[in-house]
């Protein structure tokens, strides 16, 4: 029979002796890695959601910080606008900028 280096060399396209050897091979292991494999996934898939959200939280938080500040220059900018227009009728002029 062909050693595993063999068999996995060619591409798994042995003979069927080897693709029958490999089925049963799983066969017999399946039964006891699956409880073992899945023991390591649940803590890891549990870790992987926890991190989701706490980057969904980090991140819903800092989008409300950033609206806030936005609300206030939109705000500021308003108020500047409402009284440059009540003074003279023209707009404000930001720092830096000329005026048309």
Sequence with gaps: MASLGEIFSNGLKGNIVSGLAIGVGVTILAPLLIPILAGIA???AKGAIKGGILVYEKGKE???????????????ARS???ASQKEGG???V???????
């Excluded at 800092?62 to 500021?76: I, P, Q, S």
């Excluded at 930001?94 to 048309?100: F, H, L, Q, V």
């Design 94 to 100: 930001a720092p830096g900028e000329k005026s048309a």
């Design 90 to 92: 023209t707009a404000a």
């Design 42 to 44: 649940k803590p890891l």
């Design 80 to 82: 500047e606008l409402s």
């Design 62 to 76: 800092l989008a409300g910080e950033v609206t806030e500040v936005v609300e206030d220059l939109a705000a500021e």
